[in-house]
């Protein structure tokens, strides 16, 4: 069971709620903790929540950050849009965000058409992606852009893996949670409660071997700018940004190192 708790702060939506606990494996509470991190399930949303250290983590894909990158964050000319191959008069790709945290890049990538699905292995996060996509789902300007979006609770190797052949997505996107190094000052701080929360990705490599073994034309890791690459295989090409680095493994240079022709 999942030690963080699940309180319903509104009466209305109880059933929402133990539909939420009995998918994601949440245990219920019946009032809002003193101490520690739980999920609130609110008359709009559901969110993670604390005592008194910093405000409310979401998952968001109709307004804020998320409306402003739909509306004006520079289409497929975006770093996130270059990197997994997207071009003008080109099929878009079928993505699987393999690390999806809270949705914000397979957002992004499916408002730009890619059929995008979400594995996050997370009970926290997935329960937070869930609402973000029902709330979504049913808001006129992004109910399109979440009909691209599938979210999947599970350990990304192992769903890797045991895909079919038919299933198996055009680009595998990796964006791994890594130790604090104590350089994230300026990280903010709802979003260091989001990480103590869902803990670090210690099986990177690990997932970039699934990740490869899985994508038919590329997998695309984000890192810090100055990050090191993933340990296993060296990247093909970089996409350097501002404070991110996009690493792409081209899958027809790869494959043959992985033992399938």
Not at 121 to 147: F, G, K, N, Q
Request: proline share 6%.
């Amino acid at each position: 069971m999942n030690s963080t708790p699940l309180f319903c702060a509104e009466p209305a939506r109880k059933d929402t709620a133990l539909r939420l606990a009995e998918r994601f494996g949440l245990a219920r509470v019946k009032q809002r903790p003193e101490t520690g991190y739980w999920l609130e399930l609110g008359d709009t949303r559901l969110s993670l929540e604390t005592v008194g250290r910093h405000g409310s983590v979401y998952a968001e894909f109709v307004e804020g950050a998320a409306r402003h990158r739909r509306e004006q964050g520079g289409g497929r000319g975006q770093p996130v849009a270059r990197a997994i191959g997207l071009k003008g008069g080109v099929a878009a790709p079928f993505v699987v965000d393999a690390t999806a945290g809270l949705g914000r890049d397979g957002f992004v990538l499916a408002s730009l058409g890619c059929r995008v699905t979400l594995v996050e292995r997370s009970p926290v996060a997935a329960a937070l992606l869930h609402d973000a996509l029902e709330r979504a789902s049913v808001h006129p300007d992004t109910m399109d852009i979440a009909a691209r979006m599938r979210l999947v609770h599970a350990n990304s190797i192992d769903w890797l893996a045991a895909l079919d052949e038919k299933e198996r997505p055009d680009v595998v996107f990796v964006d791994p949670m890594f130790p604090d190094t104590g350089k994230s000052a300026a990280a903010k701080k709802d979003m260091q409660a989001f990480q103590h929360v869902i803990g670090d990705d210690l099986d990177t490599a690990a997932l970039l071997e699934a990740a490869i073994a899985a994508a038919r034309t590329r997998v695309v890791v984000k890192r810090p700018r100055l990050g090191p690459p993933i340990e296993g295989y060296p990247p093909s090409a970089n996409l350097d940004g501002k404070s991110t680095r996009f690493d792409l493994y081209s899958i027809k240079a790869l494959r043959p190192a992985c033992g399938q022709g």
